[in-house]
């Protein structure tokens, strides 16, 4: 009878706080706030609720940033009569940042957004899959403001009519990002056009400090002459995927750019004799990326020491990078500021030499790939772990295939317990042991316990696909951590995010 009368009060007792309090009664400040999380396909689904989400959903504050590329995860706007509406009543002014389909890219839209948001700063236009341009003869205005321009090239579309309406607005540029083709093209190209002019570009844009130039198939050091002949300032230049670049101009980009600190060449033509004739003693270059390139023993070594020293190196897939050269680079002090490293799959680094460079600099090491090694396995890893106090990217195992058989299980439980017990900032692990070389147990569950609550910072967790990456992954889901593990088919870890001017480098 008690609990009777006291369930009814209960039932009967009312709040002043809980019975007023809706949804609906949220200052509009908050709502707004709430909202800010959402893309823009889902403020487009918030708008249907009522008239006051609508007006709070299409506030301008919300669209400061938008893409109109579906296919980067971007909205879907069918007309550009759709667009120019969007432009003067929900982006206007406070709009920063847009990105542009071949589709909507036309001289009434570039008119609207040269004259209606005075705040554009950043704009993508992507041209990759235009099969024709736009008649550009009556565009007599262009976003004069911009920080950053990234423009993706088509294979054969030619910009420069495009191109010479647009030079006079560039003045302001500071980052350029031209993006070509690599990942396109096939193997065997009949014919490469020239579909952009470097030299109009430099003439116009004295003010680049960043410039990427990303899988172009027409760029050469030509083209890198001219650009620095105008464009003194540049502190970066990403030159990856570009095939045809030698370094025969690198001694003028040195001698020119005295303010370059960040070099990446990956996946370059660069050669022995032009890399050796570069005085870089006199360049601050501290970031460096020779991934994949096919330097001697000898060139690595003479331009290796020859620079002032690193706070990023990658040199992932050089075969002629050895234990002679980290020695030497170690005892000439050149990794004393040493942040990121990439040495997977140099197959002239032995275990030993690596085992003593991390002994001495894995404690300043907030990133580190090292992986394509199978002599590295379980007891290496426990064994230098611990040195990697710092480490917030850590890239590891190999992945077993014909050419790299590891002949030895591994205790992954120890390792997943090393990183919990010794590395509290990590943020990205990607481990590639596959699961024929992964022992695990029904214990498991509590190592990867430990790394989850001991690496409050871990944002993901890559590992190859099979049974223990299922019951990683349900560890994980279970505590509400849905996107923290991933598998390497769909992920690859990388570690260009500590370079100084990542963000600056980042397009689509």
């Excluded at 009556?138 to 054969?156: G, H, K, M, T, Y």
């Excluded at 049974?467 to 769909?490: G, H, I, P, Q, W």
Aim: hydrophobic content about 40%.
């Amino acid at each position: 009878m008690t609990s009777l009368k006291v369930q009814e009060s209960f039932r009967d007792f009312k709040s002043p706080y809980t019975s007023s309090l809706t949804i609906h009664k949220l200052p509009d400040k908050l709502l707004l706030h709430i909202f800010s999380f959402l893309k823009h396909q889902e403020l487009g689904k918030v708008a249907r609720v009522c008239k006051k989400w609508r007006l709070l959903a299409y506030d301008p504050r919300l669209w400061k940033s938008v893409s109109l590329r579906p296919e980067y995860g971007g909205l879907h706007v069918h007309y550009v009569d759709a667009l120019l509406t969007l432009i003067g009543i929900r982006f206007g002014a406070t709009m920063k940042y847009i990105e542009l389909p071949c589709e909507l890219i036309t001289s009434p839209v570039l008119h609207d957004l040269a004259n209606k948001c005075p705040n554009l700063a950043y704009m993508t236009l992507d041209f990759a899959n235009a099969m024709q341009l736009h008649d550009f003869n009556d565009l007599n205005a262009f976003p004069c403001n911009l920080r950053s321009l990234c423009i993706c090239l088509s294979e054969v579309i030619f910009l420069e009519g495009f191109m010479r309406r647009i030079y006079s607005c560039l003045s302001s540029l500071e980052v350029l990002h031209l993006i070509g083709t690599f990942e396109m093209s096939m193997e065997a190209e009949e014919d490469i056009y020239e579909v952009i002019n470097i030299g109009k570009i430099k003439a116009h844009t004295p003010n680049l400090r960043i410039v990427n130039m990303y899988g172009i198939t027409f760029i050469d050091d030509s083209h890198i002459e001219l650009l620095t002949s105008n464009c003194i300032h540049i502190e970066t230049l990403a030159l990856n995927f570009c095939l045809r670049v030698k370094g025969s101009s690198f001694k003028s980009l040195v001698q020119r750019c005295k303010k370059l600190k960040t070099l990446l060449l990956q996946h370059t033509g660069v050669e022995d004799h032009h890399m050796m004739a570069v005085p870089w003693e006199t360049s601050i270059i501290s970031e460096l990326d020779l991934t994949s390139t096919e330097l001697s023993t000898e060139c690595l070594e003479n331009i290796l020491l020859r620079m002032p020293g690193f706070t990023f190196l990658a040199l992932g897939y050089c075969e002629f990078f050895s234990d002679r050269i980290l020695d030497h680079l170690s005892q000439k002090g050149k990794f004393n500021n040493l942040k990121a490293l990439d040495i997977s799959h140099t197959h002239a680094l032995s275990e030993n030499a690596i085992y003593q460079f991390l002994q001495s600099h894995g404690h300043h090491l907030t990133g580190l790939m090292c992986c394509g090694k199978p002599k590295l396995t379980e007891n290496f890893w426990l064994n230098v772990i611990g040195f990697l106090t710092s480490i917030r990217i850590c890239v590891l195992g190999t992945a077993n295939g014909w050419f790299l058989r590891i002949q030895s299980k591994v205790h992954i439980d120890q390792v997943i317990e090393g990183f919990a017990q010794n590395c509290s900032r990590l943020e990205r692990l990607e481990i590639q042991w596959d699961p024929d070389t992964i022992r695990f147990s029904d214990k498991s569950n509590k190592f990867v316990d430990h790394i989850r609550l001991r690496c409050p910072h871990l944002k993901s967790l890559t590992l190859s696909d099979g049974e223990y990456y299922e019951m990683v992954k349900s560890n994980f889901e279970r505590a509400d951590r849905l996107k923290v593990v991933r598998t390497t088919t769909n992920y690859c870890t990388s570690i260009v995010s500590l370079l100084n001017c990542y963000k600056d480098l980042l397009f689509n």
